[in-house]
């Protein structure tokens, strides 16, 4: 508890080029404050009466320059390397985040029914990334039904399951506040369900592209496939992506716990402590549920894919040689 007394000089806004002193307030949590050391630029809340700057105060270290920066350089990696892909999926990665933001986060706010709400917008944010990226084509399809499906099976684990673990929506960041600020009107349980939701989405729509595409690619090095082996080439694919994006969610979300994980292990609590602890069992029940959703994924989208692209194959076939000879008799 404490304040930090700083001499700063505004760099930009209306006020640029004026020295100023600021108030840098300190609450005692490590994991908010922050000390500031003579050259860093900081963001800073003014307070002025007419025209007179009367107070100003640290918000924050200015990051967000450098945060542009890693976007850029996120942003020219995936274009360079992807190319016009690489193009729509940027777009739809600027398009999801408009959507959350501006859409989805303002309509929870204003009382939504976060469930519904919640699959509209994974829907709708399907459908846009997955046709943006791929076209409508039938790989494109078949992955997009296949996450449908996927969201439909996590949502029913989460609620049967989410009821038995006794999950309230209080284990997510900055609830407590939510609520002190007037969100007592708000499904915070549910707000928790949806936050499920959203994070097995992404890995959702990922494996169930990978199995379509690559089916597809299957099916265009090989025409003649029959519709079941080219099913059985989606359950290896997607056998194979199973196995590491399991873990790769496990090291995703405990990753974002590393020290509470390191107090557990320096403290010596038993399994049977942590294991029932609300914040843990909140975070067990994240991983597993988006686990047993892709593993859900992978074979409906190997099912569809393999239905329709091999849907009309052999007309297709048959028309394209038609074709073909017609043309060399008119060159004859």
């Given at each position: 508890?404490?304040?930090?007394?700083?001499?700063?000089?505004?760099?930009?806004?209306?006020?640029?080029?004026?020295?100023?002193?600021?108030?840098?307030?300190?609450?005692?949590?490590?994991?908010?404050?922050?000390i500031y050391a003579p050259g860093d630029r900081i963001l800073l809340a003014v307070q002025a009466v007419d025209g007179?700057?009367?107070?100003?105060?640290?918000i924050n270290m200015y990051r967000q320059n450098w945060e542009l920066a890693l976007f850029g350089v996120f942003a020219a990696a995936l274009v360079i390397y992807s190319r016009l892909v690489?193009?729509?999926?940027?777009l739809s990665f600027v398009g999801a985040l408009g959507v959350l933001w501006c859409f989805y986060i303002p309509n929870?706010?204003?009382?939504?029914?976060?469930?519904?709400?919640?699959?509209?917008?994974?829907?709708?944010?399907?459908?846009?990334?997955?046709?943006?990226?791929?076209?409508?084509?039938?790989?494109?399809?078949?992955?997009f039904l296949g996450t449908v499906c996927g969201l439909g099976v996590t949502l029913g684990l989460t609620l049967f399951f989410g009821a038995r673990l006794h999950l309230g929506g209080m284990t997510t960041p900055f609830s407590t506040l939510l609520l002190v600020q007037g969100g007592y009107g708000l499904n915070m349980q549910h707000i928790f369900y949806s936050a499920v939701l959203l994070g097995a989405s992404g890995a959702a729509m990922d494996i169930a592209m990978d199995v379509s595409v690559?089916?597809?690619?299957?099916?265009?090095?090989?025409?003649?496939?029959?519709?079941?082996?080219?099913?059985a080439s989606g359950f290896n694919v997607g056998r194979m992506v199973i196995g590491t994006m399991a873990t790769t969610l496990l090291l995703a979300y405990s990753g974002g716990y590393l020290t509470m994980l390191m107090v557990f292990v320096s403290q010596g609590t038993s399994?049977?402590?942590?294991?029932?602890?609300?914040?843990?069992?909140?975070?067990v029940f994240r991983i597993l549920i988006g686990s047993i959703g892709?593993?859900?994924?992978?074979?409906?989208?190997?099912?569809?894919?393999?239905?329709?692209?091999?849907?009309?194959?052999?007309?297709?076939?048959?028309?394209?040689?038609?074709?073909?000879?017609?043309?060399?008799?008119?060159?004859q």
């Open positions: 508890m404490g304040i930090q007394i700083l001499n700063v000089v505004i760099v930009d806004g209306k006020w640029k080029g004026r020295q100023v002193r600021a108030i840098n307030h300190l609450n005692g949590q490590l994991d908010m404050d922050e007179t700057i009367t107070d100003a105060k640290a690489g193009v729509k999926a940027l929870l706010l204003d009382g939504a029914s976060p469930l519904p709400l919640s699959l509209v917008v994974l829907v709708l944010l399907s459908m846009v990334i997955i046709f943006t990226v791929s076209g409508i084509t039938r790989q494109g399809i078949s992955a690559s089916m597809g690619e299957v099916k265009s090095k090989r025409p003649d496939i029959g519709v079941r082996e080219l099913i399994f049977s402590r942590i294991a029932n602890m609300k914040l843990v069992a909140a975070e892709l593993v859900m994924v992978a074979p409906v989208t190997a099912v569809i894919a393999g239905l329709l692209l091999t849907a009309g194959g052999e007309a297709w076939q048959t028309r394209g040689w038609r074709q073909t000879t017609t043309r060399l008799r008119r060159g």
